[in-house]
């Protein structure tokens, strides 16, 4: 954490978060979390909702290739995620949602 940071030291992610409202208020609305622990970093976080992560992803014009997949939770979550500048900020996009009972059957078989 930084010690001593003050709420101005947060303010490229804020400046980022204001930008994002008002160009795609219109989009899917995330988790959202700025933090003095990376105070550079604005996260936007979609739980349970993969079209919601790809169409901020599409409107933010983000290659697909940019994301990266993963698993937690003994593979039973899918996790997306994509890292960029944007506005002065590493703007950093997380999707979670769990894959169907019948995927993770079909692995273990």
Do not use: K
């Not at 899917?28 to 990376?38: C, E, F, G, N």
């Not at 940019?66 to 506005?87: D, N, P, W």
């Amino acid at each position: 954490m930084s010690e001593g940071l003050t709420l101005d030291g947060l303010a490229a992610p804020l400046r980022a978060l204001r930008l994002l409202a008002a160009d795609f208020g219109h989009l899917a609305a995330p988790t959202v979390r700025v933090t003095p622990i990376y105070p550079e970093r604005l996260e936007l976080a979609f739980h349970d909702d993969l079209a919601g992560f790809e169409g901020w992803r599409d409107r933010l014009s983000i290659s697909p290739d940019a994301v990266t997949h993963g698993t937690q939770s003994g593979g039973r979550t899918r996790v997306l995620r994509l890292s960029v500048e944007y506005a002065g900020a590493e703007l950093e996009l997380v999707a979670y949602a769990p894959i169907p009972a019948e995927v993770l059957v079909g692995a273990v078989a």
